[in-house]
């Protein structure tokens, strides 16, 4: 491997910095670019690389970029217990090197403020992935990236040619700056900087999507190597989901609780964008729903990037329903005739949408854990929350039935979640929480339940889950293709799942993984003090259902502070240069992540529905 330009002696730059090997430094790009940019194109694999062999790369990007990979580093000298504890002293670097010259409107500082951005969140620091955020959507909109006139412009080359992947990049960092500024907001009181009026940008082409296609990243979940990729146009669905999540989000945090009356639709926008959401759903292409058959068909044909996107794109739309309509839940034990008829029926079919939306959602998580693990953002915690806020309700535990399905549901959105807790501090804090959710989800309907939940057998399938069909659509429950999803998607013995799932223990419940002894519940019940005469959080409360800003409370830097003990979720008393990483002689890196994550979806029991069954 060539030296690099910069570096002089023993990792040391021209500049006084030290730098890893090359060899290293080329292993955590990769990294980076697998993990990161697979999903937030921000920055060009084979322009980064240039810029680094050539000495022209900007330091506090190349930090950043490495801060992301070395978390999924299996290389010797890289890898950490936690994994996440490797990249912080390559994030904490980055940020020594942040100066008045990274305001300035380039898109190497841009690209910078985007990955910190992401950082940042998942570090569980809120406020920070949101000032970060900011700034990345500030220089957007400096340099014109949100107006259609600037990205339609030509970028020449030196030889005078127009550089048409430098067009394509441009754009696809606008549209992920937008959906980074969407995810950091949502669950916290913190608004949107970017307004559905302030762009008039056009979505990216399959055309764009070829020319910046990553050779290295061209291979299915089983690793076949892929000449098309059947979700390469997928982005553009995405990004429309993104816009309507956004707007989603943004209004129901002016949806007020009020105990003492009735009211639904909370907030007067509802319908529209109820609407929307199912236009989205019912106009997407046959190629791109959510189906058992196309599920079985894109794990051959698309690349892991690509599935990962599909994927979240469906449960962000999930999320985005149960965003809208679980204050319905409220009102769940309201009667016909306590309400005007017309009030009753849509509090109901509200209702109806949440558990339309859950059926779905835990299908779609269970695909996320066993076929792409680590490949997903920390951003889908949100969604891993509003699932796990609305199964904690009554409406999904009146009976015996109910509440086996409901706990099950709890340990898939856990089992995910853990999986992701060792690279991203908010994932492990969110673990915590959804860890002590399922146990008082146990302890508070489990009661009157006990005999029946523990003397039936764990493979039973209810008379409901014989049913079969082809997609899941916004009317279609998860029985109605449970028979087609123990059919199309085989189990592989040799495959393992996350080694970090719970575990049964006599009484049915949970118990966590050893590292992690300190109860989170806490957290909740300081940020929503509102109980119930037994002293639980009121699960099944407007105040509770209605909070929109309750998820950032718990997960980021809430307003009070933590009663739980244990280590930091800051890292920055750390040594930044540990001499094993920074300036040493390393033998060429051929680690990879140390987490292995199967290709295929097991642990179908006959036709029992996926999140029925013991993660």
């Given at each position: 491997?060539?030296?690099?330009?910069?570096?002089?002696?023993k990792?040391?730059?021209?500049?006084?910095?030290?730098?890893?090997?090359?060899?290293?430094?080329?292993?955590?790009?990769?990294?980076?670019?697998?993990?990161?940019?697979?999903?937030?194109?921000?920055v060009?694999?084979?322009?980064?690389?240039?810029?680094?062999?050539?000495?022209?790369?900007?330091?506090p990007?190349?930090?950043?970029?490495?801060?992301?990979?070395?978390?999924?580093?299996?290389?010797p000298?890289?890898?950490?217990?936690?994994?996440?504890?490797?990249?912080?002293?390559?994030?904490?670097?980055?940020?020594?090197?942040?100066?008045?010259?990274?305001?300035?409107?380039?898109?190497?500082?841009?690209?910078?403020?985007?990955?910190?951005?992401?950082?940042?969140?998942?570090?569980?620091?809120?406020?920070?992935?949101?000032?970060?955020?900011?700034?990345?959507?500030?220089?957007?909109?400096?340099?014109?990236?949100?107006?259609?006139?600037?990205?339609?412009?030509?970028?020449?080359?030196?030889?005078?040619?127009?550089?048409?992947?430098?067009?394509?990049?441009?754009?696809?960092?606008?549209?992920?700056?937008?959906?980074?500024?969407?995810?950091?907001?949502?669950?916290t009181?913190?608004?949107?900087?970017?307004?559905?009026?302030?762009?008039?940008?056009?979505?990216?082409?399959?055309?764009?999507?070829?020319?910046?296609?990553?050779?290295?990243?061209?291979?299915?979940?089983?690793?076949?190597?892929?000449?098309?990729?059947?979700?390469?146009?997928?982005?553009?669905?995405?990004?429309?989901?993104?816009?309507?999540?956004?707007?989603?989000?943004?209004?129901?945090?002016?949806?007020?609780?009020?105990?003492?009356?009735?009211?639904?639709?909370?907030?007067?926008?509802?319908?529209?964008?109820?609407?929307?959401?199912?236009?989205?759903?019912?106009?997407?292409?046959?190629?791109?729903?959510?189906?058992?058959?196309?599920?079985?068909?894109?794990?051959?044909?698309?690349?892991?990037?690509?599935?990962?996107?599909?994927?979240?794109?469906?449960?962000?739309?999930?999320?985005?329903?149960?965003?809208?309509?679980?204050?319905?839940?409220?009102?769940?034990?309201?009667?016909?005739?306590?309400?005007?008829?017309?009030?009753?029926?849509?509090?109901?079919?509200?209702?109806?949408?949440?558990?339309?939306?859950?059926?779905?959602?835990?299908?779609?998580?269970?695909?996320?854990?066993?076929?792409?693990?680590?490949?997903?953002?920390?951003?889908?915690?949100?969604?891993?929350?509003?699932?796990?806020?609305?199964?904690?309700?009554?409406?999904?535990?009146?009976?015996a039935?109910s509440?086996k399905?409901?706990?099950?549901?709890?340990?898939?959105?856990?089992?995910?979640?853990?999986?992701?807790?060792?690279?991203?501090?908010?994932?492990?804090?969110?673990?915590?929480?959804?860890?002590?959710?399922?146990?008082t989800?146990?302890?508070?309907?489990?009661?009157?339940?006990?005999?029946?939940?523990?003397?039936?057998?764990?493979?039973?399938?209810?008379?409901?889950?014989?049913?079969?069909?082809?997609?899941i659509?916004?009317?279609?429950?998860?029985?109605?293709?449970?028979?087609?999803?123990?059919?199309?998607?085989?189990?592989?013995?040799?495959?393992?799942?996350?080694?970090?799932?719970?575990?049964?223990?006599?009484?049915?419940?949970?118990?966590?993984?050893?590292?992690?002894?300190?109860?989170?519940?806490?957290?909740?019940?300081?940020?929503?003090?509102?109980?119930?005469?037994?002293?639980?959080?009121?699960f099944?409360?407007?105040?509770?259902?209605?909070?929109?800003?309750?998820?950032?409370?718990?997960?980021?830097d809430?307003?009070?502070?933590?009663?739980?003990?244990?280590?930091?979720?800051?890292?920055?008393?750390?040594?930044?240069?540990?001499?094993?990483?920074?300036?040493?002689?390393?033998?060429?890196?051929?680690?990879?992540?140390?987490?292995?994550?199967?290709?295929t979806?097991?642990?179908?029991?006959?036709?029992?529905?996926?999140?029925?069954?013991?993660?």
């Amino acid at each position: 491997m060539a030296t690099h330009p910069a570096m002089e002696g023993k990792g040391r730059s021209n500049d006084g910095d030290f730098y890893p090997s090359m060899d290293i430094v080329m292993h955590l790009v990769d990294l980076f670019f697998k993990n990161l940019n697979s999903v937030f194109p921000l920055v060009h694999r084979r322009t980064l690389k240039q810029s680094i062999q050539n000495g022209t790369v900007s330091k506090p990007l190349l930090w950043s970029v490495m801060g992301i990979g070395a978390r999924f580093s299996d290389h010797p000298s890289i890898r950490a217990d936690p994994p996440y504890w490797a990249g912080e002293r390559f994030a904490i670097k980055a940020t020594s090197l942040i100066d008045a010259t990274m305001l300035e409107p380039t898109i190497p500082n841009l690209q910078f403020w985007g990955i910190m951005a992401c950082l940042e969140y998942g570090r569980a620091s809120g406020s920070r992935a949101w000032i970060y955020g900011g700034l990345a959507v500030r220089i957007c909109q400096e340099l014109g990236l949100n107006r259609e006139e600037t990205l339609s412009s030509p970028i020449l080359k030196k030889d005078g040619s127009v550089d048409t992947a430098a067009m394509a990049l441009r754009r696809r960092i606008f549209w992920s700056c937008y959906c980074l500024d969407k995810f950091a907001s949502a669950g916290t009181s913190r608004p949107q900087y970017f307004d559905a009026s302030d762009c008039d940008s056009t979505l990216p082409t399959v055309t764009e999507s070829v020319l910046l296609r990553d050779l290295f990243q061209c291979t299915s979940i089983e690793g076949k190597e892929l000449a098309n990729d059947s979700l390469m146009d997928v982005t553009r669905h995405y990004l429309r989901m993104v816009m309507i999540f956004g707007e989603s989000t943004k209004f129901m945090t002016r949806a007020k609780s009020d105990s003492e009356s009735v009211n639904w639709p909370p907030v007067p926008e509802f319908n529209n964008l109820d609407a929307r959401l199912r236009s989205w759903k019912s106009d997407l292409p046959e190629r791109f729903q959510f189906s058992v058959n196309n599920l079985n068909m894109h794990r051959r044909s698309a690349s892991r990037n690509y599935l990962t996107l599909w994927l979240s794109t469906h449960a962000v739309w999930c999320t985005t329903m149960m965003v809208l309509h679980r204050g319905s839940l409220a009102y769940s034990e309201v009667s016909p005739s306590e309400v005007p008829e017309d009030l009753y029926r849509r509090i109901q079919a509200s209702i109806n949408s949440c558990r339309v939306s859950i059926d779905e959602a835990m299908v779609l998580f269970k695909a996320l854990r066993d076929l792409v693990g680590p490949n997903v953002l920390p951003f889908m915690g949100y969604s891993a929350y509003i699932c796990a806020t609305v199964l904690m309700t009554s409406t999904f535990s009146k009976d015996a039935e109910s509440f086996k399905k409901s706990s099950n549901a709890l340990k898939v959105l856990y089992s995910m979640i853990d999986g992701l807790a060792p690279f991203w501090p908010m994932c492990e804090r969110l673990a915590l929480t959804t860890r002590d959710l399922l146990l008082t989800h146990s302890r508070l309907y489990d009661t009157q339940y006990r005999q029946d939940y523990y003397t039936e057998p764990v493979d039973a399938v209810s008379p409901s889950s014989q049913a079969s069909a082809q997609r899941i659509s916004a009317t279609d429950s998860l029985a109605s293709v449970e028979s087609s999803v123990a059919a199309a998607i085989t189990s592989d013995p040799t495959s393992k799942t996350s080694e970090r799932r719970l575990e049964e223990t006599p009484f049915g419940l949970v118990k966590g993984p050893s590292a992690q002894q300190h109860s989170a519940l806490p957290l909740l019940q300081e940020s929503f003090p509102l109980t119930t005469s037994s002293g639980e959080i009121d699960f099944n409360s407007s105040e509770f259902l209605y909070d929109s800003a309750l998820f950032g409370q718990i997960m980021f830097d809430a307003a009070k502070p933590s009663t739980q003990s244990g280590p930091s979720m800051y890292m920055d008393e750390q040594p930044v240069f540990p001499t094993d990483i920074l300036g040493a002689n390393s033998s060429n890196a051929n680690g990879a992540s140390s987490t292995e994550h199967p290709t295929t979806l097991n642990g179908l029991v006959g036709n029992k529905p996926l999140w029925e069954q013991s993660p």
